[in-house]
Nanobody
Framework: QVQLVESGGGLVQAGGSLRLACAAS????????LGWFRQAPGKEREFVAA????????NYADFVKGRFTISRDNAKNTVYLQMNGLKPEDTAVYYC????????????WGQGTQVTVSS
């Protein structure tokens, strides 16, 4: 089982930046991908970005391309989400989760971190 803990959320003005962190512990060996998702009040959870646990290829939702960057610090077993050019519509609880294989869904969700962007 993989345990995930998100941090780095907060209140920021539109146009500002935040860096979220997702610290992984436990049985991380064999993890296929780690992803970031978000859920705004009254809306369904949506995909934001993901990367292979071993590094390399990343993919992003269209609404964050060019603004958000996912990266990983191997030594710290931590995946980051650098968010620049934040917009009020980015306000949501952000979660990270792992995917065990290309055929499985994301699981092992963290507790989430709140991001609020004021206009």
């Amino acid at each position: 089982q993989v345990q995930l803990v998100e941090s780095g959320g907060g209140l920021v003005q539109a146009g500002g930046s935040l860096r979220l962190a997702c610290a992984a512990s436990g049985r991380t060996f064999g993890t296929y991908r780690l992803g970031w998702f978000r859920q705004a009040p009254g809306k369904e959870r949506e995909f934001v970005a993901a990367m292979f646990w071993s590094g390399g290829s990343t993919n992003y939702a269209d609404f964050v391309k060019g603004r958000f960057t996912i990266s990983r610090d191997n030594a710290k077993n931590t995946v980051y989400l650098q968010m620049n050019g934040l917009k009020p519509e980015d306000t949501a609880v952000y979660y990270c989760a792992t995917q065990a294989s290309s055929l499985s869904s994301f699981s092992s969700w963290g507790q989430g971190t709140q991001v609020t962007v004021s206009s």
